[in-house]
Structures are given as structure tokens and as C-alpha cells.
């Protein structure tokens, strides 16, 4: 296989390590835990993995332990260090025992069940080292809920004498870790379920974990072609570009990638919802500023756009619930409408109040609505081009100003969407280091015997050296949900909170970052060079730590 250079060189690069994982360890218990919220619930769902202890990891004595056989699944959307994870448990086991082995399951938590798995050895491991990616046994987005799952599960973990089984997943797949730990113990099969916290969306993060691993990544690869496009922007002056930003439902990234490049714009979904602002009221504010900027002659800019912004409008929301009812049960009948009489027919279907936000959509994103279903029925919120939508209603409404006399400057969009480009790319130094450490610091709490935790690793804006090992177990994160209508155990999501430093920053300079052309240019992730280019953190973790 054909590498390039810089893959050669990153292949060589060591990882840093917490001083503390750095020789033999010891396990350090913290006081009894309780989950977040509903702790009565949590407690009687969980009999055997509720109220541990936070563990961390201090330099102990060397103890000569057994061999043992580890098995890892990803699980779930990529995120840049996920191989890194993987051969830091590897040399994390085999540090406690040469003749470990591990096991990677293929496809994701699939994988398990249908007994698809291979033995990562040594040299298989040292092609993925400091590589993005989760290529080396592949991810699926499988649901591990159903205990014929986990029994499917048993019988080849105990085939494979497997000790302990590590999740590499977000908020999902680590509340099924924590079930499936909890299923095992009170089982006593006497295998170990410990989770990773992955995801670039950035919101499987609380008190005792930091951040997700690959967010910082992500924001990088996109502030960087954000400030190339912002570049372009500043040079030809003639273009505002409507960019979406991935994240699910969280603004974490949009927010950050603001932080970086210093926009005209960036929309946050949770703050939407905060103010209860319609699409109207978001369409005006970004026309305002666009007229604003004219003013000054300045007809071009940036807008950043989360990914989630539909679901957080009310009136979207509402329409989407109605439109996933209503063609859930008229599918048939849709089917045979004429696609030019499909607009009028479902406005004609719907209630007055959602006709009418219907009727106000541009052509384009009303037919999505109608077309792009996931396998349940419902509307894939991230399919719909949001960054479309925003920008053909601002034309309108400055078409409305300029017939006014309000608006007197021109108006032309170009429009982007960023997020599988960000998903794979080459780990940063924090994403190649803190995973690293995360899968050093699981293999360290399977040696130690411990179920239904997460592998946690703190204090990650001071030098690696310093970071703090341990692990947290997953029912402290916990509170009861409705999901699909029914009351859940699941981990709290963690959305952009508006009175934390990362918003309070951002809104304390956007309307200067508006008026202004005072955009930032990060350039591309730097793997080699001084610290200060190559091992900072992403800003909404230094300002979050009030550095
Ligand atoms: P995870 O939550 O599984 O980490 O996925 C993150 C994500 O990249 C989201 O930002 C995005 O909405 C989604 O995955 C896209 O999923 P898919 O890869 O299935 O298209």
C-alpha cells in the first residue's frame, strides 16, 4: 500500500502518556457515585454496577498478572483517533502481560453478535498507529440492546476467553455498554464491559469527562477550510458562503469552528430553542447583518450553520412530527401523486399552521421533507440542506428590503457542508495522545477487574504529563428519558450551555465579528513543530477550564 509521506513520519510518532500510566499503576477508589438525576430509578435498574466508586490511576508496585484476552467493537460514526484508542489498549495489555491478546470485532457491536471478529496482532496494530480512521475493523451503528444480543455476545466472548469487551461509542452506545455490563455481572458470566467516549459532535462530555475524542479533530480540519473559504471570501468580496457544520443535534462544533475563525454569523441551535425564535426570526437576523455589512460595502461574509437547527425551531419541529405521521400512514396514497401536485397535496393534508410554514419553505427543502425518510419512517434532519433553506429566504427577504429601499447592496450565496471530510482525518496530537491514553487507561481498568465504567482522562489542557487516569462509572452520567415513548436509563447529552464560557465568549464578540472583517485563518492541523502550534486544545475546552 502507497503511503504518503506524512503518514510514514506520523506512523513513528510515540503518543504521550499521564505520568501516572507511564510504569505500573495502582487503582485508586474515590467515594461511592450516584447518577445525575433519578436516582431511585437508576439504582434498582442497575443492582450491580450502580453508586461504584471513581477510580484513578497513581504510580504503584509491579505485579505480575495472568495473560488475558480483551475484545473491541467501534461503534457508531467515525471520529479521527478511534486506532489510537485501539493499540493503546493493545500496549496497555500487553505492558500487564506479554501474552495478552486482543480481539476486534467487525463492523461495529454487528460484529458480536454474528461472531465476526479477528485477532489484531502486533503488526496489524502498527499500520493504524497515529492513522484517522476506523478502517481497522470497520464501524456499525447496530443497537446492542436485546439480551438474545447479549447472549449471542456470551457465547463468543467465552469461545475467545475474552475477560473484558471495551465500546468505543457515544452517548448510545455507552449507556448499552453500561446495560450489557450490568446484564453480565448479574449474569456472573464474568466478563467486563468498559466504554470510550468517542464522537466529533462533542456531547458526551460532563464532569469527569473532559471531551469526546476526534471533536478537537473535527473542529480543526473544519476551521481550517472554514478560514481558506473566509480567505477567499475577503479576497473576492462578492460571495457570502452558507456553510453546515455536522453535530447532530448539539451546536458543539459550529460553536467552536466560531471560536477558531471569528465569522460574520454562526446560528446556535440551543439558543434558538432559548428564545424560541421562529425561521423567520432567524432569517431576519442574518439579514440584518448581511444589509448591515452592505452598508459598508461589504457584500460578502460567512454564516455557520449546525447541523441540528431544524429540530430546534418549534414550528419545524411540529411540522416534522405531523409530516412523519401523516406519511407514515398515507405512504401508498403519496406514492401515486403526481410530483409536481406533491406541494399542494400535502399542504392541502396539513394542519392550517404547519401548511403555512410548509407553503413558506423553499421548493427544494419542501420536497426533502417529503422524500428523504430513515428506515423508521422519519425525516433525516441532516439530509435537509439547512444552509439552502437559510439562504434562499434571506434572498427573498432582502429582495423584499431592497423593493423597501432598506437593503442596497447585491446578494449572492454559495453554500457548503462539512462533516464526513472531518471524521477520518489524521488524529491531532491531543486526539493522538488523549486516545492513547484512554485505551491505555481501559486495558488498565479491565487488569483492575472493573465493569460498567468509562475510561476517563482529565485535566487535558495542561501537558500530557499531567493528566489525570481513571475511570467513571457510566450509571453517574445517567438519567431517565423518554425515547420512542418510553422511560430510559440513558447518559445525559451534553448541548451548548448558554451560561458556559465557550457561548459567553461568543456572544460577547459577535457583533464585532458581524460588522467586522476580523476573521481568523487557522491553517491545517500541524503534527510536528513547537507546542504551541501542534498540542493546543480546542478553545471551548480552554475556556470551559478558564484558561
Ligand atoms: P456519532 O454520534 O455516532 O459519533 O456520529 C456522529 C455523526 O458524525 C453526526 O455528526 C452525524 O449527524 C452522523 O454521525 C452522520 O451519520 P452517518 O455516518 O451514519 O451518515
Redo the contacts with the bound molecule.
Sequence with gaps: MTKSALQIARAAYQPKLPKALKGAVKAVAGAPTQSVADQDEIKKLFPNTYGMPLITFEPGDAVELPAMNVGVIL?????PGGHNVISGIFDGIKSLNADSKLYGFILGPGGLVDHNYMELTAPIIDEYRNTGGFDIIGSG?TKLEAVEQFEKGYEILKKLDIKALVII?????NTNACVLAEYYAAKNYGVQVVGCP????G?LKNEMIET?F?FDTACKVYSEVIGNIQRDCNSARKYWHFIKL???SASH?ALECALQVQPNVCIVSEEVEAKDMSLDDVVTYIAQIVAERAKDGNNFGTVLIP?GLVEFIPAMKSLISELNDFLAANAEEFSHIKKSHQRDYIISKLSPANAAVYASLPEGVARQLTLDRDPHGNVQV?LIETEKLLSEMVATKLATWKAEGKFVGKFAAQHHFF??EG?CAAPSNYDADYCYSLGYTAANLIADGKTGYMSSVRNTTSPAEEWIAGGVPITMMMNMERRHGEMKPVIQKALVRLDGAPFRTFAENREQWAKCTDFVYPGPIQYFGPSAVCDQPTKTLLLEQGK
Design positions: 461503534s457508531g460514526g467515525q471520529a451503528r461509542g457515544g452517548d448510545d452506545s468517542k464522537t466529533i459532535d456531547d469526546s476526534g455536522m453535530g447532530r462544533i447541523e441532516s462533516g464526513y471524521r
